[in-house]
C-alpha cells in the first residue's frame, strides 16, 4: 500500500505543476468530474483490464477511452463549455496515463499483500 501512495503522490507533483501552467481550479464541480473521468477511465481500463488483467485487447481499449472522451466532449459542448484546446489535451493524457500506473500498481501490490 505504501507503492501506492508514493505513486500517487509522484503523480500529484506533475498534476499541481500543470494545473499552475494551465489555470486550471480542480476544485469547480465540472473540472472535478472531468479529471476523474480520466483519470479511472485510465486506472480501471489500462491499468487492470490491460495492463494486469489482460482481458482487453490495447486496441479495443483505446476505442473504449475514445468513446468516452468524445461523449465527455459532446457533454460539454451541448452545455456550451469549451476546453477542447492543446492543453487540454495533454492535461488529459496525462491524466490518464497516472491512472493507468496506478491502477496498475494497485492491482499489482495489493494482491501481494493479501495473499
Request: with cysteine; proline share 1%.
Amino acid at each position: 500500500m505504501k507503492i501506492l501512495l508514493l505513486c500517487l503522490a509522484l503523480g500529484l507533483i506533475p498534476f499541481y505543476f500543470m494545473n499552475i501552467a494551465f489555470h486550471i481550479n480542480i476544485f469547480e464541480l465540472e473540472m472535478l468530474l472531468h479529471i476523474l473521468v480520466r483519470f479511472f477511465a485510465g486506472f480501471l481500463i489500462l491499468g487492470i483490464w490491460v495492463w494486469y488483467w489482460h482481458k482487453l485487447k490495447v486496441k479495443y481499449a483505446i476505442l473504449i477511452i475514445i468513446g468516452l472522451f468524445l461523449s465527455d466532449i459532446l457533454f460539454d459542448y451541448f452545455r456550451n463549455v469549451y476546453n477542447f484546446n492543446f492543453e487540454m489535451l495533454i492535461y488529459d493524457f496525462y491524466t490518464m496515463i497516472w491512472g493507468s500506473i496506478s491502477g496498475f500498481v494497485f492491482i499489482k501490490f495489493g494482491k501481494k499483500k493479501s495473499q
